[in-house]
Every structure is written in C-alpha cells, then in structure tokens.
C-alpha cells in the first residue's frame, strides 16, 4: 500500500519534472533601438529584459522596464524617460506570444533556426499584434540565444513627438532583440 503510494506521487509529479525540463529563461536580455535622422542618431541599450520561453508549447513572454534603458548622453535619457516614454506612468514594455517553425528537438542539438514570433507587444500602454521573424541559436550545452529585430513607428504606440524635434526622431524605429537562455 505504501509503495503504490509512492509511485502514485512519482507518477503525479513527473509531468511537472518534465515541463520544467522544457523550460528557458532569461534575466540578462538586450534590447536596442537605433534612431537615425539627418539631424542626430539616438541608440539606446537595455540590458536587463526578462524573457520565459516554454519549449513544449512554444510560449513566450518578455519584459522590460523602459528606465533600464541606457544611452550615450544623459539628456537624452531623461527625454525618452520623461517627454516620450511617460516611464512613470508606462513602466514597462511587454511582449506575449508564441514561437512557431522550430522543429521538434532542435534544441537538443547545436544549430541556427529560423521562426515565427506572433504575439502582443504593448508599449507606452498600447498593446498591439505583431509577427516577426526570429532566430533561435543552439549552443548544445543547453544554451539558447534569441535574436529578433523589428520596426517601431511611436505613434502606433501613443508616443508623442513635439515638432519642434520631429526632425531629430526617426519616423520608424529599428529594435534589437538579443536573448540568452538557460534552462530553467
């Protein structure tokens, strides 16, 4: 009676041993946004994103705050922060969807594969459905690195730019993403 017990319990906790095994994530992302205009070229670097990936069902969720962002010139910072980004009141930008076109076991073996990203991504509390094309590189160890790069517009998102420096802001806004995961 004990022993069927035990196996009882084994057997009701392997799925869970088996889903955490299909598990990735990431505290170390990088997130960039490269601006270039006539006038200036504003780029900005986060390195602090947070991302989850599950393998088994090819679900992903990403985070970042906006203040994370670093750039090259402090006023610069504390425009997109204050002027543009309303960071107070938009702390974050999020992204939640799902990874298509990896093939079954392709993360047990070293390669680059190509896939589908589609999702939410809400920025400056706009939220909006994007595809994108991605890249997940296998290192064989057990590693995974993202790399996605897509186009912004700010006003798709709410963000204002004044036009006394709508000159100085691309009208369309190229974003890195570049996402190093482990196995959870």
Do not use: W
């Not at 955490?20 to 780029?43: D, V």
């Not at 680059?112 to 290192?139: C, N, P, Q």
């Amino acid at each position: 009676m004990k022993t069927n017990r035990i196996l009882l319990a084994t057997l009701a906790l392997l799925p869970l041993s088996l889903a955490a095994q299909e598990r990735y994530m990431s505290r170390t992302g990088h997130a960039s946004f490269f601006s270039e205009t006539k006038m200036e070229n504003i780029e900005a670097h986060n390195h602090k994103a947070t991302a989850v990936f599950d393998a088994s069902t090819g679900a992903i969720e990403m985070s970042m705050l906006i203040k994370a962002f670093e750039f090259e010139k402090a006023l610069m910072q504390e425009h997109f922060n204050e002027n543009y980004m309303e960071s107070e009141k938009f702390p974050k930008a999020t992204f939640k969807g799902t990874v298509s076109g990896l093939p079954a076991g392709a993360l047990t073996k070293p390669g680059s594969f190509d896939v589908e990203v589609k999702g939410e991504l809400t920025i400056h509390g706009v939220t909006r459905t994007v595809t994108e094309k991605a890249r997940f590189i296998v290192d064989g160890k057990g590693g995974i690195k993202a790399e996605c790069a897509f186009k912004v517009k700010p006003e798709d998102h709410g963000i204002k730019i004044p036009g006394a420096v709508r000159n100085n802001i691309a009208e369309i806004i190229e974003v890195k993403l570049d996402v190093p995961f482990s196995k959870m």
